[in-house]
């Protein structure tokens, strides 16, 4: 298997409320848009980002309820994971600010508000309509090549 993830898709309670934030709201273009379903946005070098519906969600993952291979739950199958954050990082500390600030303009909720990060840089959280949670961070370490190499160097906090 190649070391590579192409999509992150999240369970959404309030397929609209995405839609408003992400398109409306950021101006984020949806590569595809199937109203009441699912609602997707490149958000990378090969990289998507995809809002689904809860119920419809719910509906793919237990597929056809009267197949065998789905008649029973899963024995001692795991928790989904508690904690989980998508990152955008930007090229400056003033435009973390800048884009939090949008974020909350477009129905988002500031969790954690723009500050001095232990990692050297800048960063602030916020919550989008349905929860997800979103790290706004300019990072001095971090790079991406032409090719897409990820370069990620530790760097001295300026605290």
């Known amino acids: 298997m190649q070391q ?23 101006g984020w273009q949806p590569l595809l848009d199937v109203p009441g379903e699912i609602l997707f946005f490149q958000i990378g070098h090969g990289l ?13 993952l237990e597929g056809d309820p009267t197949a065998p291979e789905n008649a029973a739950p899963v024995p001692n199958a795991p928790a989904a994971p508690a904690g989980f954050t998508l990152s955008h990082n930007v090229s400056s500390p003033e435009e973390v600010d800048q884009v939090v600030e949008r974020m909350r303009a477009a129905g988002g909720t500031v969790r954690k ?8 840089g ?24 032409p090719d897409g190499t990820v370069r990620l160097e530790a760097v001295e906090s300026a605290e």
């Open 4 to 26: 590579r993830a192409d999509f992150l898709t999240v369970s959404t309670s309030d397929l609209d409320a995405a839609r408003a934030f992400y398109r409306d709201g950021l």
């Open 48 to 60: 998507v980002l995809g809002l689904f519906d809860a119920h419809a969600f719910d509906r793919d």
């Open 113 to 120: 508000p723009p500050q001095t990060a232990a990692f050297g």
């Open 122 to 145: 800048r960063h602030g959280h916020v919550l989008d309509p349905n929860g997800v949670l979103w790290e706004i961070a300019h990072n001095p370490g971090w790079s991406v090549d």
